[in-house]
């Protein structure tokens, strides 16, 4: 098995010997919910990392990400409700072509979570 060299060139992802090209694309920093729609013709690669509550104090704490996909569902989920020490959450997971999605963040008990997102584009 041979694994193709990737090259960031100009914030692009090059394969010098086959394999795939792509992007980041910085989808930004949401409270609640964000919610988008892949309209490429190719699945996108998703992740967020953060989540923790807006309320501050012990809720500080705590973190909740979730991601749904139109037809489908929860896909992926990451969360903890322990008040203890400062923690931050992350998952990532893919989107089909042509679908739409969303990125939760509700810590339990406490306000909306603050989460940054990123997609992974492949040309």
Known sequence: MSYAKLA?????WKG???GFNGHYLNLGSTVG??????TSDKALAVFATGGNSTSGGQC???????ANIAGIGRVATNSTANDNYSKTGF????????TQFSIESYPWGCG???FSAYAFIVE
């Open 33 to 38: 919910t964000y919610t988008s729609f892949n």
């Open 16 to 18: 010098s010997t086959g």
């Open 91 to 98: 998952l990532s997971f893919f989107v089909p072509a042509k």
């Open 8 to 12: 960031c060139q100009s914030g692009r």
């Open 112 to 114: 909306p979570g603050i």
């Open 60 to 66: 500080g704490n705590r973190y909740d990400l979730g």
